[in-house]
T-cell receptor, first 113, second 112 residues
Framework: KAGVTQTPRYLIKTRGQQVTLSCSPI?????VSWYQQTPGQGLQFLFE???????NKGNFPGRFSGRQFSNSRSEMNVSTLELGDSALYLC????????????FGSGTRLTVV | QQQVKQSPQSLIVQKGGISIINCAYE??????FPWYQQFPGKGPALLIA???DVSEKKEGRFTISFNKSAKQFSLHIMDSQPGDSATYFC???????????WGAGTKLIIKP
């Protein structure tokens, strides 16, 4: 059974650009959550999607957005990149919304220069 | 009130020793307390979790101790092995929204 797949694994972007990250959940999982991980800050919740609808949102600016497709795959977009957006972006999937059984992907390492 | 404070930031333990990582929370609505283990280049993986109705939960060499009155919980790794070297995160959540609030992480190094 394939795990959570995140692409690309590494990304280097220039300040001011925009970026799109992709997440394919475990087959059958319908809920996808996104987290930002930075050294010393732990994981910060970005948003959760279920049935193509955003169900929960963390405390991030509107430059961070996402969407979920009918096959449960999800994308996350960050516009007008800032140096502080450099981080590991993690996607986690679970069977249903409102469950603790998250499985994380290996993340996308974004570096903004 | 939403914070989870984790200590220490880093920890070095000799092989065979006991590793102890502590977390404290403020929100009394939290009722689920998991610990995650993260290896370099990988996402976090659930290690063990506890509910506040018990004071201790043990799974193999890993034990969570929970002190509801002090609003603290800790992870104990017995007979620590080099393969346990990883970053450990505590987290907390309320069943009302299932949103995990994470500690900042502890980098654990087990010296052979």
């Amino acid at each position: 059974k394939a795990g959570v797949t995140q692409t690309p694994r590494y990304l280097i972007k220039t300040r001011g650009q925009q970026v799109t990250l992709s997440c394919s959940p475990i087959s059958g999982h319908r809920s996808v959550s996104w987290y930002q991980q930075t050294p010393g800050q732990g994981l910060q919740f970005l948003f959760e999607y279920f049935s193509e609808t955003q169900r929960n949102k963390g405390n991030f600016p509107g430059r961070f957005s996402g969407r979920q497709f009918s096959n449960s795959r999800s994308e996350m977009n960050v516009s007008t990149l800032e140096l502080g957006d450099s981080a590991l972006y993690l996607c986690a999937s679970s069977l249903e919304q409102g469950q603790y059984g998250y499985t994380f992907g290996s993340g996308t390492r974004l570096t903004v220069v | 009130q939403q914070q989870v404070k984790q200590s220490p930031q880093s920890l070095i333990v000799q092989k065979g020793g006991i590793s102890i990582i502590n977390c404290a929370y403020e929100n009394t609505a939290f009722d689920y307390f998991p610990w995650y283990q993260q290896f370099p280049g990988k996402g976090p993986a659930l290690l063990i979790a506890i509910r506040p109705d018990v004071s201790e939960k043990k799974e193999g060499r890993f034990t969570i101790s929970f002190n509801k009155s002090a609003k603290q919980f800790s992870l104990h790794i017995m007979d620590s092995q080099p393969g346990d070297s990883a970053t450990y995160f505590c987290a907390a959540s309320a069943d009302s929204n299932y949103q995990l609030i994470w500690g900042a992480g502890t980098k654990l190094i087990i010296k052979p």
